[in-house]
């Protein structure tokens, strides 16, 4: 389980783009979540679903793992199987900021397409 230090760094980092992007304008169709795992969080956005009241789809764009013996996150990746990867682009890091900055540059257009 993720301890109360690493809640609230994903909070600051996750919870802080998700509440402020994308515009106002757009948000009834896009959104960005966050969903805490174990030892990881993954970021998703959301669409509406194709049809009118079929609600809301949901896609991954990254997953941040954390590795507590090491005091650091590691990047993932989804292929289109569903299978995730470690991005080997930049290495762990001591903040999760610092990988969610590589996630929102993302110059392979691996996150965002």
């Not at 993954?42 to 949901?58: Q, S």
Request: glycine fraction near 6%; proline fraction near 6%.
């Amino acid at each position: 389980m993720l301890e109360k230090e690493q809640l609230r760094e994903i909070e600051d980092v996750l919870g802080t783009f998700c509440r402020e992007e994308p515009p106002a304008r757009v948000r009834n169709k896009l959104q960005f979540v966050f969903r805490v795992e174990a030892r990881a969080v993954v970021l998703a956005e959301r669409r509406p679903a194709f049809g009118a009241d079929l609600g809301w789809t949901e896609g991954p764009v990254a997953k941040f793992r954390y590795t507590k013996s090491r005091s650091e996150w590691s990047l993932y990746w989804r292929d289109r199987h569903g299978s995730w990867h470690e991005y080997d682009l930049v290495p762990p890091a001591k903040k999760l900021a610092t990988l969610f900055a590589e996630v929102r540059r993302d110059p392979t257009g691996i996150f965002w397409g």
